[in-house]
């Protein structure tokens, strides 16, 4: 059985100036997670949202937050994202940013949330492969972290297939960056479930639509797959 496809909106490229407006929209669309982009201007060259804004959030959605943390020292503000989460969700901090793995998943369960690794376009995959067992999603980079609107790096492709081949089922796979209707089959094949996208969902004409046809094309080429199994 594969794991359920799940379309994670990011903020990012969203109005800040209309969050609410903006997430009851997605809200309505059926979107799956809300995807909340942290830069802290040193891990990556931009800074965003703070706990406090995950805080407002939290207050007037429903739907789960799936907060990708993209900071140095993560340990010195999680406890402050899971207390604005409420406890709920997920936080996902990167390898590449700390020392000890272990404690931080730790200090993340003991917040109550699930969860996640991340890792860069050039971090290779073996960095979290002895983590798999422990967390509840790795998130695969398909673009160098910062901004949305960039173009999706292909090599991020067989990352997920490794992920997919020695994670346990339980374990979703998450990709982050660049999805567009066009390369999303490829990336769902691949054995990624959880598929974020910012500019395909906000920078959309009509962002309910873009939610539906994103989901639509991964679930159709999910289904293509198990048929030509079969058929094998
Ligand atoms: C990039 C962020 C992504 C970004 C995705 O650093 O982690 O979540 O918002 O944006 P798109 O979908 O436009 O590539
Ligand atoms: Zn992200």
Do not use: W
Request: charged letters at 25%.
């Amino acid at each position: 059985m594969r794991n359920k496809i799940k379309i994670s909106a990011s903020i990012l490229s969203a109005n800040p100036m209309r969050f609410e407006e903006e997430i009851k929209r997605i809200e309505a669309a059926g979107i799956d997670l809300i995807h909340i982009d942290v830069m802290d201007g040193h891990f990556v060259p931009n800074i965003t949202m703070g706990p406090f804004i995950v805080k407002g959030i939290k207050s007037i959605t429903k739907v789960p937050l799936d907060i990708h943390l993209m900071i140095e020292h993560p340990e010195r503000y999680i406890d402050a994202f899971a207390e604005a989460a409420e406890g709920s969700g997920i936080i996902t901090f990167h390898i590449e940013t700390v020392k000890n793995p272990k404690e931080i998943i730790a200090q993340i369960k003991n917040k109550g949330m699930n969860v996640g690794i991340s890792l860069n376009p050039d971090t290779p995959v073996e960095m979290v492969e002895n983590f798999v067992d422990q967390v509840d999603m790795v998130l695969v980079m398909s673009v160098n972290p910062g901004f949305s609107g960039q173009k999706f790096i292909p090599k991020a492709l067989p990352k997920i297939a490794r992920l997919r081949d020695i994670a346990p089922d339980k374990m979703d796979v998450q990709i982050d960056g660049g999805v567009t209707p066009d390369n999303i089959s490829e990336i769902v094949k691949e054995g990624a479930n959880i598929i974020v996208a910012a500019s395909a969902i906000f920078k959309a004409k009509d962002p309910c639509n873009a939610i539906k046809t994103l989901r639509y094309i991964a679930e159709q080429a999910i289904e293509k797959d198990a048929d030509n199994l079969v058929n094998i």
